[in-house]
């Protein structure tokens, strides 16, 4: 899982936002998600379609299924946050002990 805390290798792989911004990390991830309007979040993340981009992307680009189940159950932009934040926070547990 420290993978998950590193660029992606691919730069074609990255995450692009609706507003312009890029993630290339799950750092950059929240980054991203902090600075999104919440018009801008539900473009990424849809109930009426069952649409989550940041799920899908954890899931196919990270490759971490654990977190996008997580994210797809989360239809809100706190929630969101708060799912990845804590997911780093016990993945650099996880390296630091």
């Known amino acids: 899982m420290n993978k998950v805390l590193s660029d992606i290798e691919k730069p074609e792989d990255a995450f692009w936002f609706c507003n312009g911004m890029v993630a290339r ?11 999104l309007t919440d018009v801008q979040f539900v473009y990424h993340v849809n109930t009426d379609n069952n649409k989550n981009d940041f799920a899908k992307w954890v899931k196919d680009t990270l490759r971490y299924p654990e977190l ?30």
């Open 25 to 35: 990390n799950i750092y950059e991830l929240i980054t991203g998600i902090e600075g």
């Open 68 to 97: 996008a189940d997580l994210l797809y159950k989360s239809k809100k932009k706190d929630e969101h946050l708060d799912i990845l934040r804590r997911t780093v926070n016990e993945l650099e547990d996880a390296i630091f002990q």
